[in-house]
């Protein structure tokens, strides 16, 4: 398959490296680039590329709005590489779920490194989607409403988790993690399956990682920018996203 790559960055020298070294790959295809912030959104809307190679800081909009806003209006997010020359953003990075974080300057290996990565993870998403539609198309895709408990398997071992349990449930890429308390627990299944299944009086998305239980919330304190945090009854808290406010507080007052 073909990756179809945006390389995004406000100096021309960085985008010049980028695009040499990918240059040298027979399987990819640069489909636009953008010197901002802005145009970066348009053209990923338009071009809805599989991989970004994103900096970080630029002018007015930096790579982390960019993404919020491309989040915000429901595109479907490509993979991301954050590509910058700052090393102190690599722990948000990785919480907005990019799958690397390249610190320029970077040796060509590493760069290759972290191609070969999007290349395993955007392969890997294209085939679990063909299974579910093929699934889908046998009559075999379950979609059956979630009752009383969710069904954990691992090696040697079938769990059954209450959802009386359950405060919160966190997406972990093909997978969502249940967390209960002290435990946790991997599923399986991806957030948006997972969300159509719920009872939607009892749980509400509230970002695009992080589904809630209504009745395990206990304050919302929301910041200047939109964006907000949810402290549940046993003190944790939970990102909330602009794009989910509106709902999430309807759902509150409902």
């Known amino acids: 398959m073909t990756l179809r790559v945006v390389i995004v960055d406000d100096e021309s020298l960085a985008r010049s490296r980028v695009r040499d070294l990918l240059a040298s790959e027979a399987d990819v295809e640069v489909v636009g680039e953008a010197d901002g ?9 338009r071009t809805r590329p ?3 190679l994103l900096d970080v ?51 060509d290996e590493r760069f290759r490194d972290a191609l070969d990565r999007a290349r395993a993870a955007i392969v890997h998403d294209s085939r679990r989607r063909l299974a579910q539609s093929i699934r889908r198309l046998l ?7 979630v009752r009383d408990h969710l069904v954990v398997r ?4 079938v769990r059954l988790v209450p959802l009386e349990t359950i ?22 299944e991806t957030m948006t399956e997972l969300e159509n299944r719920l009872d939607a009086n009892r749980w509400i998305r509230v970002h695009r990682t ?4 209504l009745e395990r919330v206990r304050e919302v304190r929301v910041s200047p920018s939109g964006d907000g945090r949810i402290r549940l009854d046993n003190g944790v808290e939970v990102p909330l996203s602009r794009r989910y406010r509106k709902r999430f507080e309807d759902a509150l007052e409902g």
């Open 167 to 188: 405060d919160w449930i966190e997406s972990a890429g093909n997978y969502v993690m249940l967390h209960c308390g002290k435990e946790s627990h991997l599923l399986r």
């Open 154 to 157: 691992s090696p040697g071992r």
């Open 57 to 107: 800081q630029m002018p007015e909009v930096d790579g982390f709005d960019v993404l919020e806003a491309l989040d915000e209006d429901e595109t479907e997010l490509p993979e991301v590489i954050f590509v910058t020359a700052h090393d102190g953003h690599a722990l948000r990075a990785f919480d907005a779920h990019a799958l690397d974080y390249l610190l320029k300057p970077f040796r």
């Open 210 to 213: 992080a589904l809630v239980r």
């Open 37 to 45: 912030g802005a145009p970066a959104i348009e053209l990923i809307r």
């Open 50 to 52: 599989d991989l970004v």
């Open 139 to 145: 009559g075999r895709e379950s979609g059956e409403p």
